[in-house]
């Protein structure tokens, strides 16, 4: 087996990459793709249409999230699942999920063309805003669909703007009464491989167009809320503000120490500022941290020190080891492809994370970003790189579904 595609997958592929580059396209250059906005509808329309395209049995799940199964899931399952989200960061980049749909999509088109006959039902997934980009909780789809995020909590998120995500789904048309857990919907779930563009540079490094997943380092996300006195900039002495910008200004500040005492990564990425006025002194400021390392102390540490600031936490994933026999499953299949993937760990959260915490076993595939930026409009893969990824990721479908 090679990793060479058949004439009409590149073709296809190369459509699908034309049909979503318009969709959400910020003016930064990069997408803004956030969970069920009008952008995001496209988006689901477009995946629907790629089942309905291909004769896969479109599902959506309890969570929302969207799947198209060739073969039947209840009769003939477990499946064996890959895929990704097409939702994206505030101005993200075109490659952070959806590479991984588009990837799955593109392997079931040369599966066919193979003339692969799967022996058990195989499934391409979409999951619902993976990146919290609008309501805050990281992987959202995928904690819904497994139960770690309850209904309760989840439908009375806001975004920034004040929608909750109740007012939100029934905008979209959807009846917020029926989201929760979906036990049916994972149970078909027997095993997932998420293709994923790299958002490192170890692949560059090692020379390598695709990589396997080994772990994915614990991450959390905690919210702070800075209260102050609003008042006037230009008749409130220095000495009688009470101005939570100063605090946030220390809060970062803290954020960094702790994090380098501790060997871990933090951010504060988002801050929200009430009333937000060029001359009047906050009311509120509300920040955002990421905490993530490789180990789940290290982010624990971090924490400890910020206690002062009473974070609120907002999503937790503890450490993920990946499958370790379906790792090795798919490196081999790879290595028979000719490719000699190196394991790699990763620091940014995925939807396999919450899977596999849930039981399934699950890996992951990167394909290698030349920049190594990510969640920027300067996230990139060649498109050579890409139809390897897609090669690769029908090396491993094919053992482990194939007839
Ligand atoms: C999502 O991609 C994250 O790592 O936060
Ligand atoms: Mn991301
Ligand atoms: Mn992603
Ligand atoms: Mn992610």
């Not at 396209?25 to 309905?52: C, I, K, M, P, S």
């Not at 000495?239 to 954020?255: F, I």
């Amino acid at each position: 087996m090679s990793t060479t595609l058949a004439p009409e997958t590149v073709a296809g592929f190369r459509t699908a990459w034309r049909d979503l580059a318009p969709v959400g396209r910020a003016t930064t250059g990069g997408y803004q793709r956030l969970a069920w906005t009008h952008d995001d509808l496209t988006l689901r329309e477009w995946f629907a249409a790629q089942a309905v395209a291909r004769g896969l049995d479109l599902v959506e799940d309890r969570a929302g999230n969207q799947w198209a199964w060739w073969g039947d899931p209840d009769a003939d399952g477990p499946g064996v699942v890959t895929g990704s989200h097409l939702d994206s960061v505030p101005g993200g980049g075109a490659f952070d999920g959806p590479l991984g749909v588009v990837s799955a999509l593109a392997a079931v088109d040369e599966l066919r063309a193979r003339g692969v006959r799967p022996s058990r039902p195989l499934g391409v997934a979409c999951f619902t805003e993976e990146e919290g980009g609008r309501f805050g909780v990281a992987c959202a789809g995928s904690r819904l669909l497994t139960g770690v995020l309850g209904p309760d909590r989840a439908l009375g998120l806001r975004d920034t703007g004040g929608t909750t995500l109740a007012d939100a789904l029934r905008a979209a048309g959807r009846d917020p009464s029926t989201l929760g857990p979906d036990p049916q919907a994972l149970a078909r779930v027997g095993s997932f491989v998420e293709l994923h563009v790299e958002q490192g540079r170890a692949l560059v490094h090692s020379g390598d167009p695709v990589g396997v997943g080994r772990a994915i380092w614990p991450h959390g996300r905690w919210r702070v809320d800075l209260h102050g006195r609003g008042d006037h900039a230009g008749t409130t002495p220095l000495a009688d503000r009470v101005d939570p910008m100063l605090a946030l200004a220390a809060l970062v500040q803290e954020v960094r120490a702790a994090a380098l005492e501790a060997g871990a990564l933090a951010t504060v990425g988002k801050v929200v500022v009430e009333p937000n006025g060029v001359n009047a002194i906050p009311s509120l400021v509300r920040a955002w941290l990421d905490v993530r390392a490789d180990d789940e102390h290290r982010v624990r540490q971090v924490l400890d020190r910020l206690r002062g600031y009473a974070p609120v936490e907002e999503s937790w994933t503890g450490p993920t080891v990946l499958d370790a026999d379906l790792s090795d499953t798919v490196a081999a299949a790879l290595g028979d492809a000719g490719l000699t993937p190196p394991h790699l760990s990763t620091g940014a959260g995925h939807d396999a994370g919450i899977l596999a915490a849930a039981g399934v076993p699950t890996t992951m595939l990167f394909v290698r970003n030349p920049t190594g930026v990510s969640h920027d409009p300067a996230e990139d893969a060649d498109e050579a790189d890409c139809l390897i990824g897609v090669g690769a990721l029908t090396a491993a479908l094919t053992r482990l579904v194939g007839d």
